[in-house]
């Protein structure tokens, strides 16, 4: 039900190379220093694997989505993402979600052909902050969801009240690996 966020780390340092050590019964051994054909060939394909991620992930398919509910105000008061693919989760992150107001139904989905997928800021001191599902993408082997989160203008004149910012959408029922994408250009 509950997913982490893929990250992917780009200019991170690369691996260091190791020094020779001791050998066997403890002597010293001497390092080679010639070359290591298959070492430059796994250095290269991994220098270009980082590269070609770092330059850009590569798109998926875009789907359909439709909102259930967009807002400010939420139970869940910690940054949280769900997945549910089933009446029973959707019932406890529905329950979850409307606390404390009490026993508020769901609004209806059919498990057989849909799923929901949602994002929750957690709680901020003041409004102005928003959290919005911008998109989802189906590629080989993962369903990317795509969000932004903004937060309020310096000096803006705000709401004095705690917010938990959030947004449930539905989508046609996918058994892949959700992975959640905040995206660049969010503030």
């Known amino acids: 039900m509950l997913q982490p ?12 190379e190791r020094s020779a050590g001791s050998v066997g019964d403890g002597a010293a051994a001497e390092a ?4 290591v054909p ?34 400010v105000s939420s139970g869940i008061r910690e940054p949280t993402r769900i997945v549910a693919r089933t009446s029973r989760e959707w019932l406890v992150v529905w329950a979850r979600h409307v606390q404390p107001v009490g026993a508020v139904v769901p609004p209806p989905v059919d ?22 599902i911008i ?13 932004v989160t903004r937060e309020p203008e310096a000096g803006a004149i705000l709401t004095q009240a705690l917010t938990q910012p959030f947004h ?20």
Do not use: K
């Not at 080679?32 to 070359?35: D, F, I, N, R, S």
């Not at 220098?47 to 850009?56: K, T």
């Not at 449930?168 to 503030?187: K, Q, T, Y």
């Open 135 to 147: 998109g989802v993408e189906r590629t080989a082997s993962v369903l990317r969801v795509l969000y």
């Open 168 to 187: 449930l959408v539905r989508l046609a029922r996918d058994d892949a690996f959700v992975s959640f994408v905040r995206e660049s250009g969010a503030r």
């Open 32 to 35: 080679y220093t010639g070359p």
């Open 5 to 16: 966020s893929s990250t992917l780390a780009c200019g991170a340092p690369a691996g260091q």
């Open 111 to 132: 498990f057989s052909r849909e799923m929901v997928v949602g994002v929750f800021m957690g709680q901020r001191e003041t409004g102005g902050y928003q959290i919005e």
């Open 38 to 71: 298959w070492r430059s060939a796994l250095l290269s394909l991994g220098v270009l694997l980082l590269a070609g991620a770092c330059a850009g992930r590569t798109s998926g398919t875009p789907l359909s989505f439709s909102t259930v509910e967009l807002g």
